[in-house]
């Protein structure tokens, strides 16, 4: 069975900085491309980051464009996502997944999911 399980989550103060990981098994993680959604509370989850399997690509949500940076090693099996200058509104769950290679980066196109780790930023 796949297995994403992340870490890196905690408190911090507006304008912070916190770096979020993913470690995935079960397969060889360079087979999928791969990204950061989050969901606050009564929110629909939303994407954050992708980065396809190869790193040829990555995209980002319009608000945290300049502020979060996805990245992944490949021999580690492991996904990151650098987060700087944080912002209240990013408090949330922050999910990493899995998927395919495939075009899109809807939640609906990712097929293995980590637990979540929460973030929250104080003001």
């Known amino acids: 069975q796949v297995q994403l399980v992340e870490s890196g989550g905690g408190l911090v103060q507006a304008g912070g900085s916190l770096r979020l990981s993913c470690v995935v098994s079960?397969?060889?993680?360079?087979?999928?491309?791969s990204g950061w959604f989050r969901q606050a509370p009564g929110k629909e989850r939303e994407f954050v980051a992708a980065i396809k399997w190869n790193s040829a690509t990555t995209y980002y949500a319009d608000s945290v464009k300049g502020r979060f940076s996805i990245s992944r090693d490949n021999a580690k099996n492991t996904l990151y996502l650098q987060m700087n200058s944080l912002k209240p509104e990013d408090t949330a769950v922050y999910y990493c997944?899995?998927?395919?290679?495939?075009?899109?980066?809807?939640?609906?196109?990712?097929?293995?999911w980590g637990q979540g780790t929460q973030v929250t930023v104080s003001s």
């Open positions: 997944a899995a998927k395919v290679p495939s075009l899109g980066i809807a939640p609906r196109l990712y097929n293995y």
């Open positions: 079960g397969r060889t993680f360079s087979s999928y491309d």
